[in-house]
């Protein structure tokens, strides 16, 4: 009997229609085009706009695109998985929300945080549900409405983050395709210089934390730059180098959408030229959760059945890690 593996079977995904540009933060910010293009390789982000919604509603619109695409029978799906920093609210599960809204009426379902390698770490966890062999289908969604813990007046981190959401379906595979393997790490040294205390039981909502303006996400550049670059490119060189694979080997690399500085240093490390590198931070910028399966999404017809894939991400806590992975169909 051969051995199960988890494959990706499906891909959705979905971002807002406003577009918040360079040149509009320009005049919100002290800052211009040419700064954030040069550091970030940002050119605009996503915003979502409409009162009370959040990230629920952008992880239901990437799961529906996915069911549509693929006439999959949301009744079909065993669990899904939400993978997000920014979730509807403390207590109510945002999965619990989305997998009704969806009509996947037979599916348990739970939120997953790891700031931004919380789809990374998801993927890792929908694969041993479908590997242990109890669960044929788990649909595993990154989403974030960063906007919601943004202070548009701190140019440090408005530049960077955007609204979106992807979804991916995980089924059993038996020709070797789907995870392979993975090196996932943290430290929770990192905690001070990436957060956002908004809410947390540490850092509960009052009159004092919102005037000084805890509730917004905070970032020590410098040093969440530097982690990011040595880290994720140390996982994935270490990922290739234990399963013997040379940078011939691989077709893509999927990375966390950061920093473009962030993603060519980590292609760089492992010798891979750039047309092998999935790119979209110009159009969306960072999405947290949602980076990676908008890459997906957005390059899902050029994936070919057996591409070796090696995803790669980092975020706050510290979080961070690699996974090796082959594609399981052609678009």
């Keep these: 009997m051969s051995k199960i593996t988890a494959a990706i079977t499906a891909v959705g995904g979905y971002v807002p229609d406003f577009v918040l540009s360079n040149k509009?933060?320009?005049?919100?910010?002290?800052?211009?085009?040419?700064?954030?293009?040069t550091r970030t390789g940002i050119k605009e982000r996503r915003i979502l706009k409409e009162e009370g919604k959040g990230t629920s509603f952008l992880a239901i619109k990437a799961a529906e695109n996915l069911i549509n695409k693929s006439g999959i029978d949301p009744k079909e799906i065993d669990l899904v998985i939400v993978a997000t920093a920014t979730p509807d609210m403390k207590a109510a599960s945002t999965a619990a929300y989305t997998a009704t809204q969806?009509?996947?009426?037979?599916?348990?379902?739970?939120?997953?945080?790891?700031?931004?390698?919380s789809f990374l770490f998801g993927m890792s966890t929908a694969a041993a549900y479908i590997q242990s062999g109890r669960y044929k289908k788990v649909l595993l969604i990154g989403a974030d409405k960063n906007s919601s813990f943004i202070n548009y007046e701190d140019r440090a981190t408005c530049i960077i983050f955007g609204d979106g959401g992807g979804a991916v379906l995980f089924e059993p595979n038996n020709e070797g395709l789907g995870l392979q393997d993975e090196l996932l790490r943290s430290d929770g040294k990192g905690r001070e210089f990436l957060r956002a205390q908004y809410g947390g039981s540490s850092y509960p909502i009052n009159a004092e934390t919102y005037d000084e303006g805890s509730h917004y996400v905070f970032q020590d550049g410098k040093t969440v730059f530097k982690n990011a670059v040595f880290n994720m490119a140390d996982v994935a060189e270490r990922i290739l180098k234990r399963n013997n694979l040379t940078n011939d080997d691989v077709n893509w690399l999927a990375a966390h959408q950061a920093n473009k500085r962030i993603i060519d240093a980590t292609a760089n490390r492992i010798n891979l030229e750039e047309k092998k590198v999935l790119m979209n931070i110009q159009k969306y910028g960072n999405t947290t959760s949602a980076t990676l399966p908008l890459l997906l999404h957005d390059y899902e017809s050029q994936l070919k059945k057996g591409d070796t894939i090696i995803f790669a991400a980092f975020g706050g806590g510290f979080t961070w890690g690699s996974i090796y992975f082959k594609w399981a169909y052609n678009s």
């Design 24 to 37: 509009v933060l320009e005049t919100m910010v002290d800052t211009n085009d040419e700064w954030i293009t």
């Design 102 to 117: 969806i009509g996947a009426a037979n599916a348990f379902s739970y939120d997953l945080e790891a700031a931004c390698s």
